[in-house]
């Protein structure tokens, strides 16, 4: 990708983007806005996200068509909590007939009040659900997965959670998303130990930009994702200043992000928030 050769990158690496489903016409225009200010990342496909329980699933399937109109491959989120076997058949159906070639296979969240479905047509975990693609739509899919080199937080240690991701891959992943992450030490170590025991799909760094400090702790805490103290002392000290936050922020993701390029990382996949500038900022500091 040409973006990248300015740090060296392989040919392989490439960037990704992701998005969520907007909830009004508003929101509408602005992902419109911000998906057209983002190509010029030449992205090599962007993701959507599927809310818990099935939560945005409308919204989902709409910004999927929208994007693959606009001419980027879009990949839907699909998770397997809150749905039956038949009603993933059926989506899984749709996205092939709308010529959708990727899929994000993850367990998700049941939305709060919702009773865990069980039975024959329950899916408990993503493995299952990998399995279930594949089962149904051959290798028409090229499926992407989740991985936590911190640890997943519902799991009780690490060698648990790389069993669970290895289950992942085996059950016919082509690839692997990070959650996301501000040491990359602990992104070379999952990958170091997942290759040590027989993994060869590529596993791609989850880059989440710093735009906000009480966001970012809270959402951090919820899904496990360790903030170094420096970092967190740092932003802390800035207050309600939003802009020295979000230019430092800038900065830490940016040199982290050379680094995770430098040392081979198969690409970038970016946690957009729907936002223009904080994802674009990190890729203007890469290509300068």
């Not at 998906?35 to 409308?58: E, K």
Request: hydrophobic fraction near 40%; charged fraction near 20%; glycine fraction near 8%.
């Amino acid at each position: 990708m040409t973006s990248l050769d300015t740090v060296h990158a392989p040919s392989a690496q490439s960037l990704s983007l992701e998005f969520f489903p907007p909830r009004d016409a508003e929101g509408q225009k602005r992902l419109a806005l911000t998906v057209q200010a983002l190509s010029v990342m030449n992205p090599a496909y962007v993701s959507v996200t599927f809310g818990a329980g099935g939560s945005t699933r409308d919204g989902t399937i709409e910004t999927v068509s929208a994007l693959k109109s606009l001419g980027f491959e879009a990949a839907p989120h699909l998770s397997c909590m809150g749905s039956t076997q038949s009603e993933l058949k059926g989506l899984l159906d749709h996205y092939r007939e709308q010529g959708v070639r990727r899929i994000v296979a993850l367990r998700g969240d049941l939305p709060s009040g919702m009773g865990v479905l069980s039975g024959i047509n329950a899916l408990s975990h993503a493995n299952e659900l990998v399995a279930l693609i594949r089962q149904h739509s051959g290798d028409w899919f090229h499926i992407e997965v989740a991985a936590y080199p911190e640890m997943h937080p519902q799991s009780s240690k690490p060698t648990q959670d790389m069993v669970h991701f290895i289950n992942k891959v085996n059950a016919g992943a082509n690839a692997a998303i990070t959650q996301y992450f501000y040491n990359a030490d602990a992104y070379f170590d999952f990958v170091d130990r997942a290759v040590k025991l027989g993994v060869t799909v590529p596993i791609v760094p989850g880059i989440m930009p710093i735009t906000n400090h009480n966001q970012l702790m809270r959402f951090s805490e919820m899904c496990g994702a360790e903030v170094p103290r420096w970092i967190r002392l740092r932003l802390a000290e800035y207050g309600d200043d939003r802009e020295s936050i979000r230019a430092f922020g800038t900065d830490v993701v940016t040199e982290m992000c050379q680094t995770l390029l430098e040392n081979d990382a198969p690409g970038l996949h970016f946690y957009t928030l729907n936002q223009i500038e904080p994802t674009l900022a990190i890729w203007r500091g890469l290509t300068a």
